[in-house]
């Protein structure tokens, strides 16, 4: 007779975020996270204490409406120890029309004085930066953990491909998610979408057509997509002090993306190590994210005209890094 006897109860592991900064990106990022049911504990870490603890408590009483998991806050920076991935968000804000270089100073001071500490409490944590500029704090953030470059990169310019493949759905009307399109190069002004590769369903963008069967993506039309895409983050700020709904969505679909060790290919910003002749820099590519961070960079097939705008953008964001020290 064969035994029958249960065994031990099989657990799900335990997976644990972390998320520097309370303010309207942090505690967006938290909510997408339960939403989603990403992990199973989330904790927030700010130096406003009565803040931190306040968002902990309001996310706690809707547990109840998401997948089981468990929040907490603190002004304590053990409140993040062993976790699996810690999201950086504190920064200094953005001001209307303010470019996001123009917040490197101030925000590079707080990567400084917060980061070697998160390395002592969650050692084998995976880092994601998102407070801007992404590209140079996450540089600076490298220098100054000494953390190898796979397990410390940006969100980049994931929310930024997504604005694109949100006006190339308005325009096209086709879902977002049958568009696939990057925007590369620096988190900001000098970015650029890669037209030469993006794709609907699986008819190059370049050769779309539309209903009447003329070119619905022009040159015109394209000029006008990518300006949109660049300047709506400043529209969002001017309407509303910040931006934090769209972009809590794609950090938590990179918290994702490692969490499940899914191999999943987004433009996050990395340190570029000849990648197209372009060194010593953070910038976003497409790159394989899994389990132990940022993988390969995708060298995706690019014109010449975008290969020249993808340097430029190095360059501009390498400026930058090299004025504040790095």
Same mark, same amino acid.
């Given at each position: 007779?064969?035994?029958?006897?249960?065994?031990?109860?099989?657990?799900?592991?335990?997976?644990?975020?972390?998320?520097?900064?309370? +303010?309207?990106?942090?505690?967006?990022?938290?909510?997408?996270?339960?939403?989603?049911?990403? =992990?199973?504990? *989330? =904790?927030?870490?700010? *130096? !406003?204490?009565?803040? &931190?603890?306040?968002?902990?408590?309001?996310?706690?009483?809707? $547990?109840?409406?998401?997948?089981?998991?468990?929040?907490? +806050?603190?002004?304590?920076?053990?409140?993040?120890? @062993? /976790?699996? &991935?810690?999201?950086?968000?504190?920064?200094?804000?953005?001001?209307?029309?303010? /470019?996001?270089?123009?917040?490197? %100073?101030?925000? $590079?001071? $707080?990567?400084?004085?917060?980061?070697?500490?998160?390395?002592? &409490? =969650?050692?084998?944590?995976?880092?994601?930066?998102?407070? !801007?500029?992404?590209?140079?704090?996450?540089?600076?953030?490298?220098?100054?953990?000494?953390?190898?470059?796979?397990?410390?990169?940006?969100?980049?310019?994931?929310? @930024?491909?997504?604005?694109?493949?949100?006006?190339?759905?308005?325009?096209?009307?086709?879902?977002?998610?049958? $568009?696939?399109?990057?925007? *590369?190069?620096?988190?900001?002004?000098?970015?650029?979408?890669?037209?030469?590769?993006?794709?609907?369903?699986?008819?190059?963008?370049?050769?779309?057509?539309?209903?009447?069967?003329?070119?619905?993506?022009?040159? %015109?039309?394209?000029?006008?997509?990518?300006?949109?895409?660049?300047?709506?983050?400043?529209?969002?700020?001017?309407?509303?002090?910040? #931006?934090?709904?769209?972009?809590?969505?794609?950090?938590?679909?990179?918290?994702?993306?490692?969490? !499940?060790? %899914?191999?999943?290919?987004?433009?996050? /910003?990395?340190?570029?190590? @000849?990648?197209? @002749?372009?060194?010593?820099?953070?910038?976003? *590519?497409?790159?394989?994210?899994? =389990?132990?961070?940022?993988?390969?960079?995708? %060298?995706?097939?690019?014109?010449?005209?975008?290969?020249?705008?993808?340097?430029?953008?190095?360059?501009?964001?390498?400026? #930058?890094?090299?004025?504040?020290?790095?």
């Amino acid at each position: 007779m064969s035994d029958t006897t249960p065994g031990p109860p099989r657990h799900r592991r335990r997976t644990k975020v972390g998320i520097v900064g309370a +303010g309207a990106v942090g505690a967006t990022l938290a909510y997408a996270t339960l939403m989603r049911g990403a =992990a199973q504990t *989330v =904790a927030l870490f700010d *130096v !406003n204490a009565a803040k &931190v603890r306040a968002e902990a408590l309001d996310l706690s009483h809707g $547990i109840q409406f998401v997948p089981m998991a468990r929040v907490d +806050g603190s002004d304590d920076v053990e409140v993040l120890a @062993d /976790s699996d &991935v810690i999201v950086f968000t504190a920064g200094a804000k953005q001001k209307p029309g303010q /470019s996001r270089l123009d917040l490197a %100073e101030s925000t $590079i001071g $707080i990567v400084r004085s917060i980061l070697p500490r998160l390395v002592e &409490v =969650a050692p084998d944590a995976v880092h994601v930066m998102v407070t !801007n500029p992404v590209d140079v704090v996450t540089y600076a953030a490298l220098r100054v953990s000494g953390l190898p470059p796979e397990r410390l990169f940006g969100s980049g310019t994931v929310l @930024d491909s997504s604005r694109l493949r949100f006006l190339l759905a308005e325009h096209t009307q086709v879902a977002a998610q049958s $568009i696939h399109a990057y925007v *590369v190069g620096e988190h900001g002004d000098s970015e650029l979408p890669l037209w030469s590769s993006a794709s609907i369903g699986s008819v190059p963008l370049l050769r779309w057509r539309g209903h009447d069967g003329a070119s619905g993506l022009d040159a %015109e039309t394209r000029s006008r997509i990518a300006t949109d895409v660049v300047e709506s983050a400043y529209r969002v700020i001017e309407g509303k002090g910040a #931006t934090n709904y769209a972009i809590g969505l794609a950090a938590a679909r990179i918290i994702e993306a490692v969490l !499940n060790d %899914e191999r999943r290919i987004l433009p996050v /910003s990395s340190l570029l190590d @000849d990648y197209y @002749d372009i060194s010593d820099v953070c910038l976003s *590519v497409p790159a394989i994210v899994h =389990a132990g961070g940022v993988g390969d960079r995708i %060298e995706v097939p690019m014109t010449d005209e975008e290969l020249t705008g993808l340097r430029a953008s190095a360059d501009a964001v390498r400026a #930058t890094a090299r004025r504040f020290g790095f």
